[in-house]
């Protein structure tokens, strides 16, 4: 059995809202988030139980040259189509997205809160 056959590849382009069908989208724009990352992908694939076998960086998908936002290789799981998969993975990405944006809500609180203890200090050193 050659390697092409137990492995799919998978692009962020596959969950893009601002994709088409025929630009390369392959979940319902339900399921679709804007701009995914490949990092992202990679944290949903994996929260999805799927084993992530490679990332491949600066790989394109073929309706999309001009961004290189690269692709993963996971293995096949058995007994489940790649569009129940896709699915899977995009439902994941969702809630990793929410994760991500409260992550950087709290850091940028965390600057905020830092910036302003800075200039406080700054005052109190200048008096």
């Known amino acids: 059995m050659d390697e092409?056959?137990?492995?799919?590849?998978?692009y962020p382009e596959y969950f893009d809202s601002r994709?088409?069908?025929?630009?390369?989208?392959?979940?319902?724009?339900?399921?679709?988030i804007e701009n995914p990352?490949?990092?992202?992908?990679?944290?949903?694939?994996?929260k999805s139980g799927l084993r992530v076998v490679r990332i491949?960086?600066?790989?394109?998908?073929?309706?999309?040259?001009?961004e290189r936002k690269g692709r993963i290789v996971i293995l096949k799981p058995d007994k489940k189509?790649?569009?129940?998969?896709?699915?899977?993975?995009?439902?994941n990405l969702r809630i990793v997205?929410?994760?991500?944006?409260?992550?950087?809500?709290?850091?940028?609180k965390r600057?905020?809160?830092r910036k302003d203890l800075d200039k406080y200090l700054e005052?109190?050193?200048k008096k």
Do not use: C, M
């Not at 092409?4 to 998978?10: H, T």
């Not at 960086?57 to 309706?63: I, Q, V």
């Not at 998969?85 to 439902?91: A, C, G, M, T, Y």
């Open 4 to 10: 092409r056959e137990k492995v799919w590849l998978i």
């Open 19 to 32: 994709f088409s069908v025929r630009l390369g989208r392959k979940v319902p724009l339900k399921y679709s």
């Open 37 to 46: 990352t490949l990092d992202e992908v990679i944290e949903a694939a994996r």
């Open 56 to 66: 491949e960086r600066d790989k394109f998908h073929p309706s999309n040259w001009i």
């Open 81 to 91: 189509t790649k569009r129940a998969v896709l699915i899977e993975i995009s439902k």
């Open 97 to 108: 997205r929410k994760k991500n944006l409260e992550r950087r809500k709290k850091e940028q």
């Open 111 to 113: 600057k905020k809160k």
């Open 123 to 125: 005052r109190i050193l």
